[in-house]
Nanobody
Framework: QVQLVESGGGSVRPGGSLRLSCAAS????????MGWYRQTSGQERELVGIMSRGGATNYADFVKDRFTVSRDFDKHTVFLQMNSLTPEDTAVYYC????????????????WGKGTLVTVSS
């Protein structure tokens, strides 16, 4: 059973920084893509940033060089460094993994964590 567990959310003042982490477990040998999405109340979940196993990244326009996705491929972990946070960044942030090989079986679909709340407020 593949599981993703996020950590590092919390409250921060505008202009501050947070670092989110997400660890995948479940006898995993390989993950093709890992990254982050976010969702606010009443809105659809949206891409924040993702990284492929080859190191290629894709970020949402609103990131504007403020956020950085990184991965520890050996530990099946993905990070999101968020700087210059604004109240508009307040959301539940979800970790995502696509193309997971677990117990020797390749799963092409997406796995999701349960989310971690980030609140940016003065």
């Amino acid at each position: 059973q593949v599981q993703l567990v996020e950590s590092g959310g919390g409250s921060v003042r505008p202009g501050g920084s947070l670092r989110l982490s997400c660890a995948a477990s479940g006898s995993i040998s390989r993950i093709n893509v890992m990254g982050w999405y976010r969702q606010t109340s009443g809105q659809e979940r949206e891409l924040v940033g993702i990284m492929s196993r080859g190191g290629a990244t894709n970020y949402a326009d609103f990131v504007k060089d403020r956020f950085t996705v990184s991965r520890d491929f050996d530990k099946h972990t993905v990070f999101l460094q968020m700087n210059s946070l604004t109240p508009e960044d307040t959301a539940v942030y979800y970790c995502e993994a696509t193309g997971v090989t677990s117990m020797g079986v390749f799963h092409a679909g997406q796995y999701w964590g349960k989310g971690t709340l980030v609140t940016v407020s003065s």
